[in-house]
């Protein structure tokens, strides 16, 4: 019997691959909420990348993909490091990006 990964342990591993196959990948921030318990709720993380375009909080939805052991949709929001310090600080209104969507930034996932 296949036992389907938990969205947390989902985030952590998908964390360690974008750190291992994006040098400029600064931090990873989990979104939340994060709702375990509906599959159709996609998994939200907030990725800091140096050389990234600063057009604030634009998510990029991916769907699940259970074969690279994926097996919950996924919003990725990609940030610039000085776009990340606003988030952080306040500034700048895009907190209130994130606030609109209904996030807020939860636990930042290691990069191993």
């Known amino acids: 019997m296949n036992v389907k990964r938990s969205k947390s342990e989902t985030a ?3 964390a360690k691959a974008h750190f291992a196959n994006e040098p400029n990948l600064r931090h990873i921030h989990l979104l939340e909420p994060l709702n375990e318990h509906d599959p159709r709720d996609p998994i939200k993380l907030l990725e800091v990348v140096e050389g990234t375009i600063e057009r604030g909080i ?3 939805a991916f769907p699940a993909d259970p074969a690279r052991g ?3 949709p996924v919003l990725i929001v990609e940030v610039s490091p000085s776009e990340y310090e606003a988030i952080r600080s306040n500034i ?3 907190i209130s ?3 609109t969507h209904g996030w ?3 636990s ?3 990069a191993g």
Do not use: K, T
């Open 108 to 110: 930042e996932l290691p």
């Open 92 to 94: 700048g209104g895009l």
């Open 58 to 60: 634009e998510p990029i």
């Open 104 to 106: 807020s930034m939860g």
């Open 70 to 72: 994926v097996e919950y």
């Open 12 to 14: 952590r591993n998908l």
């Open 97 to 99: 990006g994130l606030q």
